[in-house]
């Protein structure tokens, strides 16, 4: 409680203020402190209203992250449509000289497996077909220290007929693509079971005049 006159604050039985002398109340007890006409509130009640923002807050901040989340497994999804829209068709498509890897994506297929496709880009930034050797590395972070672990390893002749002509994506991110599939990879094919949840997927792609492309990719497993 404070003084109504000076602001000092004042003991709960207090009927004079020691400071400025001044008479409080008509009952000898102590008058609340004003703001504005508006009786100050009392601690505990201000306590529980931080304690009440503090959890809203808390559950705002619950849904944010799990929005994050569902927008990333609908991001994977939706790229990953590539994979089931291959059509088979190899006729008729680019195949000049490839400047780059435009794409990996790596994608869990069940539960003890993966499916995995590389793009590839020419010079002028369009998707093509090449013919040469990619090798195919798949790792995950060691816990005990900075250096990776190797969980497969596999180096693939790859033909221009191996290509395919596809659609990614739905509704407006819905894009035609011309990929490179491996065949799906069980993780009993693996040198060890992945112990992490996540790894790299690495693409290592050389041309015929003996460049080495390179592309990677997040895998979950």
Known sequence: MFCPKCGKELQADSTFCPSCGAKLGDEGKPVARKTSGV???DPSSQQRQY?????????????LVGCGAASLVLFIAV???CVAAMSGSSVGLND???DYVKDVVALEEGSDGLSIYFILADASEKMTTSESTVTLTIVQDDLFSDAEVELYSRVVEVKKADFQEGTAGLGAFK??????RFARLDYSSFKEM?????????????TPDGRILTGEDTVFF
């Open 175 to 180: 894009h035609e693509v011309i990929a490179y």
């Open 39 to 41: 009786e100050s509130e």
């Open 194 to 206: 992945p112990s992490e949840s996540s790894g790299k997927v690495r693409i290592e792609f050389k």
């Open 79 to 81: 790229v990953g449509i």
């Open 96 to 98: 000049n000289p490839p």
């Open 51 to 63: 304690s009440s923002a503090k959890r809203g807050w808390s559950t705002k901040r619950k849904i």
